[in-house]
């Protein structure tokens, strides 16, 4: 079983497949390394793929501290796997926490007149909670939903949580998907999840106070979302906006996880992506077509 290990001592588990240009897949709450099959199979056809379970999540490590849990921490373990695999500059692909991870590492590390350690970044599923209208709600609910995997284990938490307003349109589509994906979340340590949803979700600061910073983003960039991801439309849109290298693309009668509910159509989008990054293509949106954002610096209306 392949891990490496990171610069605080914890041990991740991942996988590989192919080779070329790599890329690193970061998965959801609600996944792990799983989650990304579909992309596995598809693109390590060209490129050299990487996707890993993050920490509490198994046959990672499981940290008892909520310490050890923190949106810093998410963005730490991407640049942990591309250092300790010597990844020369990946595409970094994110879903949803992964996504928020992603982008995250993306500031820090994509940023203008810093250093570059990524080729682009995909943020798929991005934004719940983000928005100033529902980001005390979220950092709540994300309290109550760790009591209640503490209390009631991980079965009955995915037969109520994984099975919310943004997941039934893969139930929908495709029951035996559905079925896999909640089968994998209801493996899922209870004790990690917990401590996620504390230490991670219900600590991560709203992406409104950060417009600045994600505005400084300097590598391409893919939003995608469904467009009945009602917690991440807002916030794909502000992206949007707010970065001159993003693309935006929202899949037809589709929720959260879009990698899962509709793979072909994602992995079209997303491989277009890859090879116009590569190709140097991509480009930076033309500044007459970009009308000054709604939002200001610190997340106030402009």
């Not at 914890?10 to 992309?39: C, I, M, N």
Request: glycine share 10%; proline share 5%; aromatic share 8%.
């Amino acid at each position: 079983m392949a891990q490496l290990t990171t610069d605080d001592g914890v041990k991740l588990h991942y996988e590989e497949a192919g080779s070329g240009t790599p890329v690193v897949f970061v998965h959801e709450f609600a996944g792990d390394w799983r989650s990304w099959e579909a992309q596995m199979r598809y693109f390590s056809r060209s490129h050299r793929c990487i996707t890993y379970s993050a920490r509490g999540y198994l046959p990672s490590d499981v940290p008892k501290s909520v310490d050890s849990y923190s949106q810093e921490r998410w963005r730490e373990d991407i640049r942990a796997v591309i250092d300790g695999l010597k990844l020369d500059r990946p595409h970094v692909v994110g879903l949803s926490m992964g996504a928020m991870a992603t982008l995250h590492f993306g500031m820090k590390y994509c940023a203008k007149g810093g250093p570059v350690k990524a080729r682009s970044l995909t943020l798929a599923g991005v934004g719940s909670g983000a928005h100033p209208a529902t980001f005390d709600d979220f950092q709540k609910s994300s309290r109550a939903n760790a009591e209640f995997i503490r209390k009631n284990g991980m079965a009955q938490f995915a037969a109520t949580y994984g099975h919310g307003p943004t997941r039934v349109q893969l139930q929908r589509k495709d029951p035996r998907g559905f079925a896999e994906y909640a089968q994998q979340l209801a493996e899922h340590s209870a004790e990690g999840s917990a401590n996620t949803m504390v230490g991670y979700q219900g600590r991560r600061p709203s992406l409104y106070k950060l417009t600045e910073e994600i505005s400084k983003i300097d590598v391409p960039v893919l939003i995608l979302t469904g467009d009945e991801d009602e917690p991440c439309l807002e916030a794909s849109v502000m992206l949007k906006r707010a970065i001159a290298q993003a693309g935006l693309a929202v899949l037809a009668q589709s929720g959260h996880g879009i990698n899962l509910e509709e793979p072909a159509l994602f992995n079209q989008l997303v491989d277009d992506f890859f090879h116009r990054a590569e190709a140097g293509t991509w480009g930076t949106r033309d500044a007459r077509a970009a009308p000054p954002s709604i939002w200001g610096p610190g997340g106030r209306p402009g």
